[in-house]
């Protein structure tokens, strides 16, 4: 069945999907953090998801991320206040502030993944075995503390 | 200018019967109507189609369907503004089809009258009548104008999805009774209200309130009941 879509029919779709997203997200964060028992599986994966590829798809991540949560806000004005007289014009202002935010992050997150493209030598997977050690020694350093 | 309506048929009494779209083209003046239009079609082209209508001024609500992809009152509607060669009619959706346009309203009259519409106040009747405030009607006078027309509860994505919602138009009926400062049955209306079924189905989606012909404020109406439930309530 078709109906044709306006602004707020619009902006419920993307905050359903968006917020089916960060639900899958969610679930992906808490599996790759539940290695952090293990300190060799948890570099390794740290070491996939921390290639420049991954780092690109970060920028979906914080445009879903954004999208979700002004969209939040306009559903709490709406519902605590009178945004229901003026929830298009709402949804566009917030979609500036949006583009706004999107761009002021994105950028970062593109030219940190350009430049472990450029030098995958330096890829943070050192940086990572480092912490690891560090986590290690602590960790030991914890244990013989607790004796 | 020449106008072809692609039009939604459906006979019950076929065999088989089956929706489906049938064109008609039809030569359109300054300020017809997408009603006049049908009018012009049942008349002098094709007597088997069936539509409802009756004041053809914007007032009954009986021509509600769907124009183009989007709920509104033909009557209402102007073809030649629109600027489209083809003008798509179909009838409400998530209804059940009658017959071509028409569809069964009885779930929506079924979905008003648990909101109970109308003045409940046990008090003895004053020697004269129960005075508002010309700001306390205000509060009112924007629910008054409606005129159940059911474009909205049928523009509705959560009444698509479930049928037993109360749907737009019902709740903004209850939320006429519950700001009117006569009436004492907020509680024998709670029930309704307060369900899985009810006000917490809406999902400001505004489509309501696009489709309504009377431009009311529905889903304001809505989240002010809402906000007046959980006051009382929780």
Known sequence: ?147 | MQVTFKISRFDPQQEEAKQHYKSYTVQTSPGMTVLDALNEIKWHQDGTLSYRKSCRSGICGSCAMKINGINGLACETQIEPMKKKTIVLDPLPSFEVIKDLAVNMDPFFEHLAAVKPYLINEEPPPDRERLQSPEEFKRISDPIACILCMSCTSSCPSFWTDPEYIGPAALYKAYRYEFDTRDKGSEERLEALDNRHGLWRCHTIFNCMDACPKNLKITHGISLLKRKVIAEKY
């Open chain 1, 1 to 147: 069945m078709f109906y044709r879509p306006k602004t707020g029919m619009l902006a419920w779709i993307l905050f359903r999907t968006t917020g089916i997203l960060l639900i899958i997200y969610l679930a992906m964060h808490i599996t790759v953090i539940s290695n952090l028992h293990n300190p060799g599986k948890f570099n390794e994966t740290m070491a996939f998801l921390g290639s420049w590829q991954f780092r690109l798809l970060e920028i979906g991540l914080y445009a879903v991320v954004i999208y979700h949560a002004l969209n939040g806000v306009r559903i709490l004005i709406i519902d605590f206040w009178k945004g229901a007289l003026f929830q298009a014009k709402m949804f566009w202002i917030l979609a500036a502030i949006g583009l706004v935010l999107f761009v002021a992050g994105a950028y970062p997150i593109f030219t940190h993944a350009m430049y472990w493209k450029h030098n995958p030598d330096k890829s943070n997977y050192h940086i990572i075995e480092e912490a690891s050690i560090a986590q290690e020694t602590f960790l030991a350093g914890w244990e013989v503390k607790d004796e």
